[in-house]
């Protein structure tokens, strides 16, 4: 089972970026999509975006959209989801998501990361 690893999560204030990396333990998703979902409390789980094995093809939410990108190095095992113009509405646990489906919506072969907390100050 892929292992992935989250990072670069904190405390922010409102306006400000951050830069989430998952790291996965090795090279069996090859050919898989990346990307995070975020779950804020008392909240459902919602999609954030996704990145096609090749990075050629990216999808975000709609909340995230124009401020949020993601990227990959497929050499390092590793996503990035760069976060700009960050607002308090985003403060939510980030987690990361491997599925051999590139999508907008995760299937059910998608595996997870713990996740890592995010928290925009305003």
């Known amino acids: 089972q892929v292992q992935l690893v989250e990072s670069g999560g904190g405390l922010v204030q409102g306006g400000g970026s951050l830069r989430l990396s998952c790291a996965a333990s090795?090279?069996?998703?090859?050919?898989?999509?990346m990307g995070w979902s975020r779950q804020a409390p008392g909240k459902e789980r919602e999609f954030v975006a996704s990145i096609n094995w090749s990075g050629t093809k990216t999808q975000y939410g709609d909340s995230v959209k124009g401020r949020f990108t993601i990227s990959k190095d497929n050499a390092a095992n590793t996503a990035y989801l760069q976060m700009d113009r960050l607002r308090p509405e985003d403060t939510a646990v980030y987690y990361c998501?491997?599925?051999?489906?590139?999508?907008?919506?995760?299937?059910?072969?998608?595996?997870w990361g713990r996740g890592t907390q995010v928290t925009v100050s305003s």
């Open positions: 090795e090279r069996a998703y090859r050919g898989y999509g």
């Open positions: 998501a491997v599925d051999p489906i590139y999508g907008k919506e995760w299937s059910s072969g998608v595996s």
